[in-house]
């Protein structure tokens, strides 16, 4: 990567990233809360996304390769049977 390495630790950056995706706040407000810009927000997210997205642990299987799979589970549907009163 270059320029200057960030102020934020490895563990900091993830972190960004994972309140990124899971509460769906905007990068300007997660800067804020780190104390950085919008923008250097965003490559940090971008940078953990793409090194997440290549490692083994992350990687899933393309489209082809689920459908000819069978699923994992099977979602049911069913009523409560009524009641003689």
Do not use: C, N
């Amino acid at each position: 990567m270059f320029g200057r390495p960030s102020k934020l630790s490895l563990a900091d950056q993830l972190m960004l990233t994972l309140l990124y995706f899971r509460e769906y706040r905007t990068l300007f407000h997660l800067g804020a809360d780190f104390g950085m810009s919008e923008a250097t927000a965003r490559r940090i997210v971008r940078k953990i996304e793409t090194a997440l997205l290549k490692s083994e642990p992350f990687h899933l299987p393309g489209k082809k390769a689920l459908q000819g799979s069978k699923p994992a589970f099977e979602m049911r549907t069913w009523t409560e049977p009524v009641a003689d009163r």
